[in-house]
């Protein structure tokens, strides 16, 4: 089992933090969010964990030495959304975790036992334009949309079998070779295809991660992890 880590984007909603910080190496509640994926990775045992950086990439290299991660770089960043960034990691895909890098995860909901492709997934309220999981009484996805609403949306934190995994590589190849992808992400090609896939939900609680957007995410979950420690 590994890990893959997107880390390859700018976060101009969070800046000015940003202007000389990548958004996954700012700090929620004292520590840096990648920091806290790849630490609770290696408590539960996945050490293989894969980087892929862009915006200000030469900020990353500390953690080469620090926690022994592959670094991988893409260098079009700035022009492509997320599926460029995972096409770049294809072959690493199969029996595999993929997380954003923007997500702090305030306890650890990683699994070491997986047997489906799996979706982490929580429940929020009165949320804009978010990925919703529609699932039968199996816990089995059988849509995924984008909608306003409240419902279970994707937490920025999947695990893909062998099998699926090397399906989405084979269609991230079809998709980049027929060109004309600049306004697709990673997720789209799950969306596309989760008839050929067995793909599954594990649901956690709406306060076990929190995506960091703007200032304002990072100000709520600060506060909010203050509370919890008085």
Known sequence: MKAIILA???GTRLRPLTNDTPKSLVKVAGEPMI?????FLKEKGIHEIIVVTGYL????DYLKEAYGVTLIHNNKYNIYNN?????LVKDYLQDAYVTEADVFMTHNFFKTDMEFSTYFAGFKQNFKQEWILKFD?????????????SDYIIAGVSYWTQQDGLLIKEKLEEVISNGHYEDLYWDNIVQANLSKMNVKISKINSDDWFEIDS??????????????TK
């Open 57 to 60: 990439h030469e900020k990353f």
């Open 35 to 39: 920091e806290r994926q790849i630490k």
């Open 83 to 87: 599926i460029y960034t995972m096409y």
């Open 215 to 228: 200032l304002a995410d990072l100000e709520h979950a600060d506060n909010y992890l203050l509370s919890k």
């Open 137 to 149: 009484m199996d816990d089995r996805i059988h849509e995924i949309v984008i909608d306003d609403g």
């Open 8 to 10: 390859a984007g700018m």
